[in-house]
């Protein structure tokens, strides 16, 4: 098969490292991809919210499946896109996407639906939300553009003084841009949070191995929200009891709704899940693998990932047995000092070759490219994931520490804790 990945992130080279293992895969193609994604594909120099010319490439190309890996090109629409001109793709249409699009559409589902989640209300006047936030007794509280914001569109308030500075945040001063139109405003919850990735085809749910993230820029889980600093798989706290109770009340009732809705959900389902005193609580859903969850999750997947890839897309998912090994990995991200405010980027990276023909390490790609020279170069907050598997966690978290020592770039930062609450389980 002829293969086309859009995305250029870490994400992204994790999806493309199993692609390119897989022995259906003839040729991988990725769009725009990155340094290190350019060892195992072809990479086009295509942005992922270039449609047409991504729509004109595939069929130029005559490619047989395109997997979206990022969430902007698949809420607008690229989905949709690839299937008029008739090409297989992995991923949801945008009406499904916008589960993660727009978070008081997806909170207005899980209350339709009665999938438990945080206790909330949604507003599009700015005047409105203040007069909200005054009847208020509980804080702190949490503050949610609606629409897609890197992650960064969620404000914690302790007091109602920052709230209400924080409703100009996102909705006066548009800090995180039109996504801020619309603003969710919900209860803040309490415990260990957990991601869940699952493969969809509509109807039936498979549900990947779990994994906990780090989305604190500074160790000890202060300072700002980044992407995702680190994480580990599988998570001890994801026990077969929480799992029993997603199993009953947030994954099937999820893909279920989305099919009531006339929005079948094709793809990857992200639930960001709250472990709360009272239970398991969503507090979001997202339409593509976690970055950098899909770096600790996908080294440990069994399968070949193509086979489930178009599982997903016709509709059989109930077919294919997933199964993950019976193993750990611990990811630590290598970035770029002072992300996510802001950093410098065009360092040259050195200490690539310790990773050559190792199994059981790998260097993922984030923000790298290659300069005039040839020399691969920071190019991003999030520059390198340092994956390492072991046969516990404590085995991966030694082991990816280890190996973030191999690479050395100027204003190289990472956190130092990736992993601590494996300690505590
Ligand atoms: P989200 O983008 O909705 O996942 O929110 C980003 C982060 O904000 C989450 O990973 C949580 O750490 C935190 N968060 C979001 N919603 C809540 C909530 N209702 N209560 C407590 N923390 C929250
Ligand atoms: N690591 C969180 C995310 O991908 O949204």
Redesign the pocket.
């Known amino acids: 098969m002829k293969i086309l990945i859009v995305g250029g992130g870490g994400r992204e080279h994790a999806i493309a490292a199993r692609v390119a293992e897989s022995p259906r895969t003839e040729k991988l193609y990725c769009a725009p991809g990155n340094a290190g994604i350019a060892s195992v594909a072809e990479c086009v120099p295509i942005g992922a919210m270039e449609f047409d010319a991504l729509v004109a490439f595939a069929k130029e190309k005559e490619i047989d499946l395109v997997i979206v890996g990022m969430d902007d090109p698949l809420v607008g629409g690229l989905v949709d896109r690839m299937e008029e001109a008739g090409i297989r793709t992995f991923g949801p249409r945008a009406n499904a996407a916008i589960i993660e699009g727009s978070?008081a559409f997806s909170k207005d589902l899980m209350k339709k639906y009665k999938i438990p989640t945080?206790a909330y209300e949604n507003f599009t006047d700015p005047d409105a939300a203040r007069d909200y936030l005054k009847t208020q007794a509980k804080f702190p509280i949490?503050l949610?553009a609606d629409g897609l914001a890197l992650?960064k569109g969620?404000l914690?308030c302790n007091t109602l003084e920052e709230a209400l500075e924080g409703v100009d945040t996102i909705m006066t001063d548009r800090k995180f841009g039109e996504a801020g139109k619309c603003m969710v405003i919900?209860?803040?919850?309490t415990g260990r949070?957990v991601s869940v990735l699952s493969f969809v085809d509509g109807k039936t749910i498979k549900i990947m191995s779990s994994a906990q993230d780090h989305?604190r820029a500074y160790d000890g889980d202060q300072g700002p929200?980044t992407g995702g600093m680190g994480n580990f798989s599988p998570s001890p706290f994801y026990t077969k009891e929480v799992d029993d109770f997603c199993q009953k009340y947030i994954y099937q009732p999820t893909v279920d709704a989305m099919a009531a809705e006339g929005r079948p959900f094709k793809g990857v389902i992200f639930f960001?899940l709250?472990l709360t005193p009272d239970g398991p609580r969503v507090?979001?859903y997202n339409a593509r693998f976690g970055d950098p969850e899909a770096q600790v999750v996908l080294p440990r997947l069994q399968n070949d990932i193509v086979d489930v890839m178009e599982a997903c897309i016709d509709g059989k998912l109930d077919e294919i047995d997933l199964k993950f090994a019976d193993n750990a990995a611990v990811c630590v991200v290598l970035a770029s000092d002072g992300y996510p405010v802001s950093y410098q980027k065009g360092f040259p990276i050195e200490g690539f070759e310790a990773f050559e023909g190792k199994k059981d390490v790998f260097c993922f790609h984030a923000g790298t490219k290659f300069d005039e020279q040839g020399r691969i170069v920071t190019n991003g907050g999030r520059v390198l994931g340092i994956t390492a598997l072991g046969d516990t966690l404590k085995d991966a978290r030694a082991a990816a520490y280890a190996a973030t020592e191999w690479i050395r770039f100027e204003n190289k930062y990472m956190r130092h804790d990736i992993g601590k609450a494996i300690d505590e389980a």
């Open positions: 978070k945080a949490v949610k992650g969620v914690i919900e209860e803040f919850l949070e989305k929200n960001g709250m507090l979001e």
